[in-house]
DNA sequence: CGGCAAGTTGAACCGCCTCAATGACGGTGG
DNA sequence: CCACCGTCATTGAGGCGGTTCAACTTGCCG
């Protein structure tokens, strides 16, 4: 029975240590998998009563359209992370999610996701704490976008990146994959794909970081951590507020 | 025993009508008031467990300092908010409260939240979709800053604003009162107050609105949302999914 | 070999910032 | 009563960061 984790298992995992029959409830939701492939809309701004996604492989991304043509990235979704939690309860996306990659994916029924959560209450304060940690993400991005500098936000993208590879066990302190194009980085932090080319030539020129060949390489962490104005308090493992 | 519902209170129930031992709920979270001084700090960032509050009267918001001494302001805080909800469960905060105005808050404890919502899931439910709503607030806005120009996001701010206000009985189709100064806007829409005096020029030139003397006043409301690209879903008053 | 997607570089432009100054208003103390 | 102050709004001139447009390159795939 010694299955390895599950990308969501083993984030959530770090944060609440989970009992065998929480790890088979995740199991469970995550059964019914799926392929999607490379482009592909998941989910369509304004569509109603969708499910949720469990994404088990590959990359994605949140994103709105603006009407000028332009595209703004919310964020990235990484194996373990999920997507369309929020919308579950509003009804009606209020963003659209594209495969970024060829991906993986469970779908969850909003009425899975009621079930477990009154079945298993643990899992899900474990659950909601990753939803929020992933609002903490958006609105560090916000306050990046509109108060620093085109090289600070796309060297903290890179670190955070790095860092949530990390803690399921896709990264290292030294490197990672990354499946991203300078357009899909520029969707990200608000610039141009031509800026994004600059500053990653400068952030490569500086020693810092290299972004190539879908593959990012660290040169020098703490030096990057410190341009980058990191702090990352929240992606820590704070300890939760549990019901009961 | 008809009071008036609290502003909260009646934000809600345009979601979901409640029941009178639900409206009691909400007065029992309200009872504890207490008044804060214009320009305090309500939570300051990585405090730990603090608790949430509920905005009774004022305007405060939410905001992260950067290094070189800027400011951005995530979000404004209205009658009828929640300031600090994510922050119960993540248990230490991810950014900072100020008081705009003079305020009434209401405090509440984790532990009140969570047997509130085990006690009304109904309840629970009709918070979790003001979140949700406040979510995706955060992330139209982080479109705006991102893809969008300074016109029309500022524009979009002002609308957003009245029609959140309206939801709480605070304002009309023509005007609202609106006690911030170009400085607080410039931190909140990632521009110079210098800048935003340029722009709230334009738009009452343009015959569109006019904010001044803490009163923002509509003078052609199509013609503004046209040109903030206002569309405005996510405050939709849409069905929720209810538990059971 | 051609064709396409992605990366790279240069030059000119522009939106917004920076620095600087001035005006309007209310409060406060002489 | 006016002098003085702090806060906020307003306007001008110049500069910088990032965009726009336009190549050219590189690697991959048919």
């Given at each position: 029975m010694s299955m390895a984790m599950s990308p969501l298992a083993r984030k959530l995992s770090r944060f609440l240590p989970l009992a065998p029959d929480e790890l088979a409830s995740i199991a469970a939701l995550e059964a019914r998998s799926r392929v999607v492939a490379a482009q592909t809309d998941l989910v369509h701004e304004r569509q109603a009563g969708h499910h949720a996604f469990i994404l088990l492989d590959g990359w994605a991304c949140a994103y709105k359209l603006v009407p000028d043509g332009g595209r703004q990235v919310i964020d990235f979704s990484i194996p373990g992370d999920f997507m369309g939690l929020r919308s579950v309860l509003?009804?009606?996306?209020d963003h659209s999610f594209s495969a970024l990659t060829d991906v993986v994916v469970a779908e969850v029924s909003p009425q899975q996701m009621l079930d477990g959560f009154q079945r298993q209450p643990r899992l899900a304060a474990a659950i909601l704490w990753a939803a929020s940690r992933d609002e903490a993400m958006v609105v560090e991005h916000l306050v990046g976008i509109g108060r620093r500098s085109a090289l600070v936000r796309t060297a903290h993208l890179l670190v955070e990146l790095g860092l949530r590879l990390q803690l399921v066990g896709l990264g290292s302190d030294t490197s990672y994959a990354c499946p991203l194009n300078q357009y899909v980085l520029a969707d990200a932090v608000g610039l141009t794909a031509i800026h994004v080319n600059r500053v990653l030539r400068q952030l490569r020129e500086r020693r810092l970081v290299t972004f190539r060949d879908g593959r990012v390489e660290f040169h020098d962490l703490p030096g990057l951590r410190s341009l980058a104005e990191w702090h990352g308090g929240y992606l820590d493992q704070a300890q939760p507020v549990l019901p009961g």
């Open positions: 509003l009804r009606t996306s």
